[in-house]
């Protein structure tokens, strides 16, 4: 079974300070992502990496950095956390097909972050 | 208009009925198509990839309409364990995947 898991499972931090968020999955992925999950936004994307030391944009990217020194593992940075990155944080990954196609992704089992 | 739209629902459906959920999509260059469900505060896990002929995985059956752009999900004979958010999930371009915001199920004993 794959396996994704995430640094903390709830997490609260002050206005302006620096968040990580980690995550390792266990099944030699190439590909990892960063969603944020809120009220009748669904999930949107923030990073996702392709390959090591490899990152792209997502759809709403401000505020927020990537980090993937290891091909198991995505790091989610908040450089100056603000209320409005209150959120369920969730990290998936999944393998490369190319082709136009996309394989399944795997969860983990996401953080919930207040920011006060 | 959104890349992928759900009805969010609520469905409260008798246990034991048959309940049908309908997504649309924009992209007609998307060739991956899933449904996924989420519990309650919990990640979302795969439910059932979805093919150009339709696949049935026991109570669950999965259709695709290329043509109008639209995947269903069927639910037969439900359980109180199906209540659950289910998201219609299409990927884009570079191994991305768009994920509505969800349709929640009730089963009501």
């Known amino acids: 079974d794959v396996k994704v898991t995430q640094s903390s499972r709830y997490l609260v931090k002050r206005t302006g300070e620096k968040v990580f968020l980690e995550c390792v999955q266990d099944m030699d992925h190439e ?12 999930l ?3 990073y996702f990496s392709y390959d090591v030391k490899m990152k792209e944009k997502g759809d709403i990217p401000e505020g927020y950095s990537v980090s993937r020194e290891k091909k198991e593992r995505f790091s989610l940075i908040l450089e100056s956390a603000s209320t409005n990155q209150t959120s ?3 990290c998936a990954s999944s393998p490369a097909i190319g082709g136009g ?7 983990g089992p996401g953080t919930r972050l207040t920011v006060l | 208009r959104k890349e992928v739209e759900q009805d969010p629902g ?11 959920f309908n997504c649309t999509y924009s992209n007609s260059a998307s060739q991956s198509f899933f449904w996924y469900r989420q519990d309650c505060r919990k990640e979302p896990k795969l439910l059932m990839s979805v093919y ?5 995985d026991g109570r669950f059956t999965a259709q695709l309409n290329r043509a109008s752009q639209y995947i269903s999900l069927l639910i037969r004979d439900s359980k109180l364990s199906d209540s659950a958010t289910y998201l219609c999930v299409v990927n884009r371009r570079d191994e991305k995947l768009t994920f509505g915001t969800g349709t929640r199920l009730t089963i009501i004993p």
């Open chain 1, 31 to 42: 590909n990892m992502f960063w969603y944020r999950q809120d009220p009748g936004l669904g």
């Open chain 1, 44 to 46: 949107r994307l923030i």
């Open chain 1, 88 to 90: 369920m944080y969730l």
């Open chain 1, 101 to 107: 196609s996309t394989d399944t992704q795997y969860f």
């Open chain 2, 10 to 20: 609520p469905f409260n459906v008798p246990e034991g009925a048959t309940v049908a």
């Open chain 2, 52 to 56: 150009s002929s339709g696949n049935e």
